[in-house]
Antibody, heavy 121, light 110 residues
Framework: DVQMVESGGGLVPPGGSLRLSCEAS????????MHWVRQVPGQGLVWVSR????????TYADSVKGRFTISRDNAKNTLNLQMNNLRDDDSGLYYC??????????????WGRGTLVAVSS | QSVLTQPPSASGTPGQRATISCSGT????????VYWYQQLPGTAPKLLIF???QRPSGVSARFSASKSGTSASLAISGLRSEDEADYYC???????????FGGGTKLTVL
């Protein structure tokens, strides 16, 4: 079965850094684009970033450009999100998401359970 | 401010049919596939519909969807109490160069 397990969330002060990871299994990780999506508990979904299957192409939401870096290690089936200069509005549950189909760069299919990030002083 | 527009709430009684609308623009729904997700309380979103109207294996045929121009809709027939959840629409958005979401619709089964 497809599974994504996120980790690395926690409480961090404004301006701090955090590195999220996602361990994927049950599918050919190296053949899929991957995404991060954020949700403030009780609120809606916000797309954060995506990365191509080979890691060469990355895209970010305007709100995180220049502060977040998405990366992947296909040998370890792992997706990462380095989050720097964190702000209060970066808080939320961060989901690792696999597209619906292989080589599909624009859809969101299977979701992990998320890891919670809280930015607060 | 969400990229796509959904009503904040919808409701119906058991056995009835409920519909949820999703409105967008030419930069998202008008030129890209629409996806629908169900989020039960305390859980991650689950894919209900992909590529405008297709159901993944395992999703009940009670869920159906359609798209016309820059609008889409999700229909749930034979409502059950377990359908109470938040429902989100999504589509790629060329202006964002990212996935745009609706604000979500909370479905209540009365």
């Amino acid at each position: 079965d497809v599974q994504m397990v996120e980790s690395g969330g926690g409480l961090v002060p404004p301006g701090g850094s955090l590195r999220l990871s996602c361990e994927a299994s049950g599918f050919i990780f190296g053949s899929h684009w991957m995404h991060w999506v954020r949700q403030v508990p009780g609120q809606g979904l916000v797309w954060v970033s995506r990365i191509s299957s080979d890691g060469n192409i990355t895209t970010y939401a305007d709100s995180v450009k220049g502060r977040f870096t998405i990366s992947r290690d296909n040998a370890k089936n792992t997706l990462n999100l380095q989050m720097n200069n964190l702000r209060d509005d970066d808080s939320g549950l961060y989901y690792c998401v696999k597209p619906v189909h292989q080589y599909d760069s624009r859809s969101l299919g299977d979701w992990g359970r998320g890891t919670l990030v809280a930015v607060s002083s | 401010q969400s990229v796509l527009t959904q009503p904040p709430s919808a409701s119906g009684t058991p056995g009835q049919r409920a519909t949820i609308s999703c409105s967008g623009t030419s930069s998202n729904i008008g030129s890209h596939y629409v996806y629908w997700y169900q989020q039960l309380p305390g859980t991650a979103p689950k894919l209900l519909i992909f590529r405008d109207h297709q159901r993944p294996s395992g999703v009940s045929a009670r869920f159906s969807a359609s798209k016309s121009g820059t609008s889409a809709s999700l229909a749930i027939s034979g409502l059950r109490s377990e359908d109470e959840a938040d429902y989100y629409c999504a589509a790629w958005d060329d202006s964002l160069s990212g996935v745009g979401f609706g604000g979500g619709t909370k479905l209540t089964v009365l």
